[in-house]
């Protein structure tokens, strides 16, 4: 069915991203590259952040014949010098409309076992370095005309895994929602909206062996839809969070997960 000029305009308006730029971190694999590519195709530039500079550069030469473009920023996002230069890429940009703090690890222990470093780590990375991004981007998000800020939590972020050896991954992505919600609070009156999206299980470097052994099939039967989400279907949430139309929606979680959060 041929999408009339007017319906293509009506559709840019609400979730165009034309002449906005988005950060995306975690950007280099998995459901990150995903987002970003998403937002290129809706017309944004795209600062694509993580370590592994070639995959980054992948991205953007696949990128080329989309609507936006993507410039990349190798960057550790546990250390100062990795914030400090995503303020950098933003900064040569002149500005930041959109943060997807998306980067994010997990490592497996139980609660009684774990030992602290493995805590740390885990915190270091899914809290710590989103809490201190959006703190160093913040001055560019107040200059936008529509600032957003979409937090990547997780199912564990609203409810208990059901598998043991995630305390950290669970505790880190709860505590990603709190400060979703009060950072939405707090810069309501600048004209940011702040929202997590909180994703089941998607096949990617994160999940591959977990989804590759015994234990996929009895996690798939919490899923109502009985099959895990393919990163496509990630991106229209986050399309609508990053976009002019969902400026009265702040503080939210949604999440993408085949219904498991409904049970
Ligand atoms: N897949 C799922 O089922 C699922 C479900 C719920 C939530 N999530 C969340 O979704 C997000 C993306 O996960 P994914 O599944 O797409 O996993 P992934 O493929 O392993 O991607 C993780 C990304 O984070 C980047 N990263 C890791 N450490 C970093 C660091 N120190 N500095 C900068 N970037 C770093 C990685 O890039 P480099 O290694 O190149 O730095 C990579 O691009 C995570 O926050 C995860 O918790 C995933």
């Given at each position: 069915m041929a999408v009339s000029q007017s319906s293509q305009d009506y559709l840019q308006g609400l979730f165009g991203q034309s002449g906005r730029t988005a950060v995306v971190t975690?950007?280099?694999?998995g459901l990150g590259a995903e987002m970003a590519r998403a937002l290129v195709s809706a017309g944004a530039h795209v600062i694509a952040v993580a370590r592994r500079e070639h995959r980054l550069d992948a991205l953007r030469d696949g990128?080329?014949?989309?609507?936006g473009t993507v410039t990349t920023c190798v960057a550790d996002l546990g250390t100062d010098a990795g914030i400090d230069a995503v303020a950098g890429a933003v900064r040569d940009r002149s500005g930041?409309?959109?943060?997807?703090?998306n980067a994010g690890t997990a490592e497996v222990g139980n609660v009684e076992s774990m030992d602290d470093e493995s805590f740390s780590r885990v915190m270091a990375l899914n809290l710590n370095a989103q809490w201190r991004l959006a703190k160093a981007l913040f001055p560019a998000l107040v200059e936008s005309d529509a600032g957003r800020v979409i937090n990547i939590a997780s199912i564990h972020g609203i409810l208990a895994p059901v598998?043991?050896?995630l305390a950290a991954y669970a505790a880190s992505k709860h505590a990603l929602v709190g400060l979703t919600r009060t950072q939405a609070v707090e810069w309501a009156k600048h004209g940011i909206t702040v929202n997590a999206i909180a994703p089941g299980y998607f096949p990617t470097e994160m999940t591959a062996e977990l989804l590759a052994s015994r234990a996929a099939k009895r996690l798939q039967q919490f899923v109502p839809m009985d099959r895990f989400g393919a990163p496509?279907?990630?991106v229209s949430a986050l399309l609508f969070l990053a976009?002019?139309?969902?400026?009265?929606?702040?503080?939210t979680v949604v999440p993408v997960d085949g219904g498991w959060s409904a049970w």
């Open positions: 975690g950007a280099s694999s990128a080329g014949g989309l609507a930041c409309d959109v943060l997807v703090a598998r043991p050896g496509q279907e990630l976009s002019p139309a969902s400026g009265y929606v702040t503080g």
